[in-house]
């Protein structure tokens, strides 16, 4: 599956942003879908995963409450729906696919589209 996100920008702290990660394949449907982000000098870490169907979400603890990741297997899309933007949320943020769920690591990803910048102004 190829993935492809979007949506990054500058935004004020306080502000929102919805990212979106359109997948091509007709197996976008089978695959957990997971979010993730990297800041300049560290390393990539989990943001938000939500699996197949839907039904199941999961969050960092630095995102939870603010994030809300979401799908739509009809249009082959991840959202990622961002409110209450910190100057740290300020990084490059990526989707990915794989066959895990919950609280994932990068390493457990199969498949990873290009980030999207996403940059908050103090």
């Known amino acids: 599956v190829q993935l492809q996100a979007s949506g990054g920008g500058l935004v004020q702290a306080g502000g929102s942003l919805r990212l979106s990660c359109a997948a091509s394949?007709?197996?976008?449907?089978?695959?957990?879908m997971g979010w993730f982000r990297q800041a300049p000098g560290k390393e990539r870490e989990f943001v938000a995963s939500?699996?197949?169907?839907?039904?199941?979400?999961y969050y960092a603890d630095s995102v939870k409450g603010r994030f809300t990741i979401s799908r739509d297997n009809a249009k082959n899309t991840v959202y990622l729906h961002m409110n209450s933007l910190k100057p740290e949320d300020t990084a490059v943020y990526y989707c990915?696919?794989?066959?895990?769920?919950?609280?994932?690591?990068?390493?457990?990803?199969?498949?990873w589209g290009k980030g999207t910048l996403v940059t908050v102004s103090s």
């Open positions: 990915a696919a794989g066959s895990y769920y919950g609280p994932l690591t990068p390493g457990s990803m199969d498949y």
């Open positions: 394949g007709r197996t976008f449907s089978s695959y957990n």
């Open positions: 939500i699996r197949h169907s839907g039904g199941n979400t």
